[in-house]
Nanobody, 124 residues
């Protein structure tokens, strides 16, 4: 069974850093784009970042450019999201999602596989 499992969230103060992980299992996720989305209370889910599994191309939301970095370790079937200089407005549940394509999409409906999410809470 295909599965994506997030980890690494937590409660931190503004300015802190976290590394979120998305571990893929149950199938070969080669040629899959893996993306991170987030959803804050009362808000719609929004795109954060994405990476192609083999090519290493990346994309970021404007709100996180320069602060967040997405990377992958194919040997571990894991995608990471390094989140630096966290702000209270970054507080959300962060989800990773998989799409069977070599092209990145910023639309959540393009992604088939989803993890359960990891909570990131940033206090001011």
């Amino acid at each position: 069974q295909e599965q994506l499992v997030e980890s690494g969230g937590g409660l931190v103060q503004a300015g802190a850093s976290l590394r979120l992980s998305c571990a893929a299992s149950g199938r070969t996720f080669s040629n899959y784009v893996i993306a991170w989305f987030r959803q804050a209370p009362g808000k719609e889910r929004e795109f954060v970042a994405a990476i192609t599994w083999s090519g290493g191309s990346t994309a970021y939301a404007d709100s996180v450019k320069g602060r967040f970095t997405i990377s992958r370790d194919n040997a571990k079937s894991t995608v990471y999201l390094q989140v630096n200089t966290l702000k209270p407005e970054d507080t959300a549940v962060y989800y990773c999602a998989g799409r069977n394509s070599v092209f990145i999409s910023k639309n959540d409906y393009s992604y088939v596989y989803w993890g359960q999410g990891t909570q990131v809470t940033v206090s001011s």
